[in-house]
Structure formats: C-alpha cells, structure tokens
Nanobody, 119 residues
Framework: QVQLVESGGGLVQAGDSLRLSCAAS????????MGWFRQAPGKEREFVAA????????FYAKSVKDRFTISRDNVKNTVYLQMNSLKPEDTAVYYC????????????WGQGTQVTVSL
C-alpha cells in the first residue's frame, strides 16, 4: 500500500507557474512508476505526465508537453510536476498516482490538489 499526499495547488493567472509535489509514504517508493492526472469539472480524468522509477523515462500528454516537467526525488520519496505557461484550460484537480508494479495499473491515488488558472 502506498499513501500519496499532493500539495502546491492554488489560484494563478495565465502565464504563471506552479510546482506540485506528491509525497509518498512507502520506503519502496523508488520502485514505483509515478504519474500525474487531472480532472476538470464535467470532464473525465486525464493523463498528464509520468516518470519511470529511475527517472530515465518521462511521458507527457500532448497538451502539456514543453510546458510541464515531471521529476522525482527518490531520497525524499517525492514526485514533482513543474507547470509553466499555465493556461485557463489547465484548471483542474490534479492527482498523483503510483503504478502497481504487479499489474501495471495506477492503483494508488492521492486526494488531489486544485489548480485554478484565471485569465
């Protein structure tokens, strides 16, 4: 079981930056692929970015590529999402998730943090 706690959300203006953090409880955090997802009002949850356990591979949704950067610190058991050039359409609740290494599904989720981008 992995417990995840997100932080760093807030209200910003278009063009601003935010950095989200996700702290994991488990000592074996460094063996989990981690991802960020988001859900806007009235929409389904969507993939934003992911990073392999070793940070050797990163993956991004087309809508955020070149604006967002995912990273991780396996010593601090924390994964980050640096969000630059934010747009109003980035407004959503952002969730951190850990992929279960036994079934390759994101089975562990945080409670989410709200990001609101105004014009």
């Amino acid at each position: 079981q992995v417990q995840l706690v997100e932080s760093g959300g807030g209200l910003v203006q278009a063009g601003d930056s935010l950095r989200l953090s996700c702290a994991a409880s488990r000592r074996t955090f460094n063996s989990y692929k981690m991802g960020w997802f988001r859900q806007a009002p009235g929409k389904e949850r969507e993939f934003v970015a992911a990073i392999s356990w070793s940070s050797g591979s990163t993956f991004y949704a087309k809508s955020v590529k070149d604006r967002f950067t995912i990273s991780r610190d396996n010593v601090k058991n924390t994964v980050y999402l640096q969000m630059n050039s934010l747009k109003p359409e980035d407004t959503a609740v952002y969730y951190c998730a850990a992929e279960n290494p036994y079934n390759s599904r994101y089975d562990y989720w945080g409670q989410g943090t709200q990001v609101t981008v105004s014009l």
